[in-house]
Antibody, heavy 120, light 108 residues
Framework: QLQLQESGPGLVKPSETLSLTCTVSGGSISSSNYYWGWIRQPPGKGLEWIGSIYYSGSPYYNPSLKSRVTISVDTSKNQFSLKLSSVTAADTAVYYC????????????WGQGTLVTVSS | SYELTQPPSVSVSPGQTARITCSGDALPKKYAYWYQQKSGQAPVLVIY???KRPSGIPERFSGSSSGTMATLTISGAQVEDEADYYCYSTDSSGNLRVFGGGTKLAVL
């Protein structure tokens, strides 16, 4: 059974870079049928897609975040990562990683999510 | 940009049918998906490709799509179905992934 687990600092200072890693277990991140994505949810608000990446590269980013986001993949560790630069309090959210179907783009399964707070 | 529009809230009594709508201009060409999110938990897929139900999802959950509107139907809603429901799809290019704003379902 495929499982995803987010990890990284729970507190980031304003203007710094948020860095998270998603570790995939129970399956290979190098599968040709899937993308790997990041989604976030500010407290009390809805879901926002951040970006997705294929195992060989070729990321897609939400245009609203594109200038600050980098998503990368490390097949040797079966992990993919998120970096979000110049964070503000508006970036405080639960960050989820998820597997994305290649041709139809739906997300399943999801990690449990990790809360990242931006505060000095 | 592209948006999927959902009603903020829907309320039904136990045993009644709940319907949650999602409108988007690309829905005639793109599948709609529905996620259930209970408080403090990660979203769970309840409908994929407009009307298919993943294994383990109760039969009372169904989906449909016509024109620019997709609908999630919960027939005989139960108290445990209280949750936030999000529709999901992509824009016509398939490059922009979008979630609806979410609908809070109250069963009381």
């Amino acid at each position: 059974q495929l499982q995803l687990q987010e990890s990284g600092p729970g507190l980031v200072k304003p203007s710094e870079t948020l860095s998270l890693t998603c570790t995939v277990s129970g399956g290979s991140i190098s599968s040709s049928n899937y993308y790997w994505g990041w989604i976030r949810q500010p407290p009390g608000k809805g879901l926002e897609w951040i970006g997705s990446i294929y195992y060989s590269g070729s990321p897609y980013y939400n245009p609203s975040l594109k200038s600050r986001v980098t998503i990368s993949v490390d097949t040797s560790k079966n992990q993919f990562s998120l970096k979000l630069s110049s964070v503000t309090a508006a970036d405080t959210a639960v960050y989820y990683c998820a597997r994305e179907e290649d041709d139809t783009n739906w997300f399943d399964p999801w990690g449990q999510g990790t809360l990242v707070t931006v505060s000095s | 940009s592209y948006e999927l529009t959902q009603p903020p809230s829907v309320s039904v009594s136990p045993g009644q049918t709940a319907r949650i709508t999602c409108s988007g201009d690309a829905l005639p060409k793109k599948y709609a998906y529905w996620y259930q999110q209970k408080s403090g938990q990660a979203p769970v897929l309840v409908i994929y490709e407009d009307s298919k139900r993943p294994s383990g999802i109760p039969e009372r959950f169904s989906g449909s799509s016509s024109g620019t509107m997709a609908t999630l139907t919960i027939s005989g809603a139960q108290v445990e179905d209280e949750a936030d429901y999000y529709c999901y799809s992509t824009d016509s290019s398939g490059n922009l992934r979008v979630f609806g704003g979410g609908t809070k379902l109250a069963v009381l």
